[in-house]
């Protein structure tokens, strides 16, 4: 007996110690980027770097305040239009797509989610840049909104399937219709996780480049029009990056840093306003 | 105030599988009826038919007659959602809203039907709360507390109000004691005991004493047919069938 005893311990300790190495190895990666682009760039962070437009090649100084500006607006039009699509997908799939059009929808969602970036900046550039003859950010922002639409359609269809039936039969029980059941008691019970979803989604998204590379394409200037071309951080990050001029690097990694910022800032933001008025024992 | 149940004929299935084989049952106004038999009998399929719960189910559908009061339950025109507006259910297992208030859920049944009077929806929470003996153990909580933060009793109960607050005239209830403790299921059969002077009530249970205590008329089921059916002193003391004497004496089930 004391053998067995000691022997349960001896490898209850070591899972133990195996996940809490597992834990830390996985945050190792993480911490160290965000590390390394506060040392390298936190120095070009300076309020002509968030106020001013980029000066011309070669010279030094200026900044990426149209690229912040840009980026917002093109995640806000991906937004827009991923999550609502998105939510509606997943709705449809947990609720009523038990069938072999459900089936079909749920694997067109997954091989969109595996379609390279860079092909779906490819097709919104043939269908919309093309026929539309410019650049716009409104494009671009088609493009990270579709892809969001399989991440958030499948995290909401997952979160719907986790809401127990009798949860749903307890609403049906009182006479109200499947419609307001879904919106306002199976959505509701799930919203924590939906959000979530969205919120993987966005972050995923948020730093493409390849898909606004002939989409958005990038400006020099301010530009706060959804139908002309527009700067994004992501996009100026990567021709600062392959610059020959150093100023241009340093604010390469400025503006990678102030990125991974505002991501880590919206997704925060969200959480914080979602989890306001939450109820005790919920 | 409660209406009659007028059951004729009512059969029901899951899939190809029968489980309810041409019922009858006429079910008093304001009284409580019982329904009781062993597990898989279709006590449980029985009453969900009444308020057209059983279709919810895939596959699961159900023919015969069933009238409430004036309303044709299975008539062509009749909307099942109406119908379980105004057949109320109570579940085995408690099942409140996780993700509302106390308040928010007694209220979902008319909040979520459009109904907007602020003051009258202030009542109605209020008078359901009482009738179901929650109200002085949650009025400091009402819109702080999930009611998923309250004791399984408490939530049955809640689970009552809830269902009392849309002020339906038949209360159905499947098992609603039996995932409770002793204490708990007492206080709920007290409650039953107050509820028949203004609904009718009919009650699914597992405990032959429960049936003994709380209701008037007792039926008991076997393998999807209604056996006997009679005040439910006489089911208990003088059986007419010998199937529910071998029931209730513990024979089987």
């Not at chain 1, 506060?38 to 011309?56: D, E, M, R």
């Not at chain 2, 041409?22 to 008093?28: A, E, F, G």
């Not at chain 2, 039953?192 to 089921?221: P, S």
Request: one cysteine or more.
């Amino acid at each position: 007996m004391r053998g067995v005893s000691l022997w349960r311990r001896l490898t209850n300790q070591g899972a133990t110690a195996f996940a809490i190495a597992a834990a830390i190895l996985v945050l190792v990666p993480l911490l160290a980027i965000f590390v390394y682009l506060v040392i390298k760039g936190i120095g070009s962070v300076n309020i002509a770097f968030l106020t001013q437009t980029p000066k011309p090649p070669g010279e030094v100084g200026g900044g990426m305040a149209n690229a912040i500006v840009g980026t917002a607006l093109i995640l806000g039009v991906a937004s827009v239009i991923g999550v609502p699509l998105g939510i509606g997908a997943g709705i449809y799939l947990a609720e009523y797509g038990r069938n072999r059009f459900g089936d079909a929808i749920r694997f067109t969602a997954d091989v969109l989610n595996g379609v390279p970036s860079i092909v779906i900046g490819v097709a919104v550039y043939s269908l919309i840049v093309v026929r539309q003859k410019h650049f716009s950010a409104f494009s671009g922002g088609i493009a990270l909104g579709i892809m969001m639409i399989p991440t958030v359609a499948r995290a909401t269809e997952e979160m719907l399937l986790m809401v127990p039936n009798v949860i749903r039969e307890a609403a049906y029980g009182l006479g109200i219709p499947k419609w307001r059941t879904t919106l306002s008691v199976s959505l509701r019970t799930a919203s924590a996780g939906v959000i979530t979803g969205c919120m993987l989604a966005f972050a995923r998204v948020a730093g493409e480049t390849a898909p606004l590379l002939f989409t958005a394409f990038g400006n020099q200037f301010w530009n706060l029009k959804l139908n002309q071309p527009t700067a994004a951080l992501s996009l100026q990050v990567y021709t600062y990056a392959l610059s020959p001029y150093d100023d241009w690097h340093k604010q390469a990694w400025a503006g990678s840093l102030i990125l991974i910022i505002l991501i880590v800032g919206a997704v925060a933001a969200v959480r914080i306003a979602t989890s306001r008025g939450r109820l005790k024992g919920a | 105030m409660g209406v009659g149940i007028e059951v004729r004929g009512l059969n029901a299935w899951y899939g190809k599988n029968q489980s309810l084989n041409s019922i009858d049952m006429t079910v008093p106004a304001n009284h409580v009826t019982a329904v009781i038999g062993p597990s898989g009998c279709g006590k449980s399929t029985f009453v969900r038919c009444l308020n057209r719960m059983h279709e919810t189910i895939p596959e699961a559908r159900a023919a015969g007659s069933v009238k409430v009061g004036d309303m044709d339950i299975y008539g062509s025109g009749t909307d099942p959602v109406e119908v379980r507006r105004r057949i109320g259910m109570v579940f085995q297992k408690p099942n409140p809203f996780p993700s509302m208030s106390i308040y928010d859920n007694v209220a979902a049944g008319l909040k979520l039907n459009g109904f907007r009077n602020r003051k009258q929806t202030d009542e109605l929470v209020e008078r359901s709360l009482k009738l179901s003996a929650l109200w002085d153990e949650v009025k400091e909580n009402l819109h702080k507390k999930s009611g998923a933060s309250l004791s399984g009793g408490q939530q049955q109960r809640l689970c009552i109000a809830r269902a009392l607050a849309v002020e339906p005239e038949v209360l159905l209830m499947d098992e609603p004691a039996s995932a409770l403790d002793p204490i708990s299921t007492s206080k709920i059969e007290e409650l039953i005991f107050q509820l028949k002077q203004h609904y009718t009530v009919v009650i699914v249970t597992h405990n032959m004493q429960q049936a003994a205590r709380v209701a008037e008329l007792t039926g008991f089921f076997l393998m999807g047919s209604l056996i006997e059916y009679d005040k439910t002193e006489k089911i208990f003391t003088t059986p007419a069938d010998k199937r529910t004497e071998d029931y209730i004496t513990g024979r089987f089930g």
